[in-house]
């Protein structure tokens, strides 16, 4: 699983890249997640536009991070997912605990709603 994480307004956007299927990078991103909790950074939006294929493990480091970051009062939105990707989403009934948006932008301006 890579990532990358930049800010835009306010907000941090991840941009996953890749398979996202767990392993060692999952640590690493969840240790991330926990640092700019600690920093107050709780805007997020996770990119999905660049994900290939995406596991049960993939899921569950989505909703573990959305789980960390809404304890501290902020959100995870998630944007650019593929057809096949939201599929796996409206399967999982996940497509109705996240708040999802076609692109980056639009995702982005939901913060300053």
């Given amino acids: 699983m890579n990532y990358s994480v930049t800010e835009h307004y306010n907000t941090i956007v991840i941009q996953f890249k890749g398979k996202a299927m767990g392993g060692p990078a999952a640590s690493k991103y969840m240790d991330e997640i926990k640092e700019l909790v600690e920093q107050g950074k709780t805007n997020v939006v996770g990119d999905l536009s660049k994900v290939s294929f995406m596991n049960s493990s993939g899921l569950g480091i989505l909703i573990s991070s959305l789980t960390s970051i809404r304890n501290a009062g902020g959100d995870l939105r998630i944007c650019g997912a593929s057809q096949r990707i939201e599929s796996l989403l409206m399967v999982t009934k996940l497509i109705t605990v996240f708040k999802h ?13």
Avoid: C, D, V, Y
Wanted: charge should be negative; aromatic fraction near 16%.
């Fill in 101 to 113: 948006f076609k692109t980056r932008e639009e995702a982005i301006a939901s913060f300053q709603e």
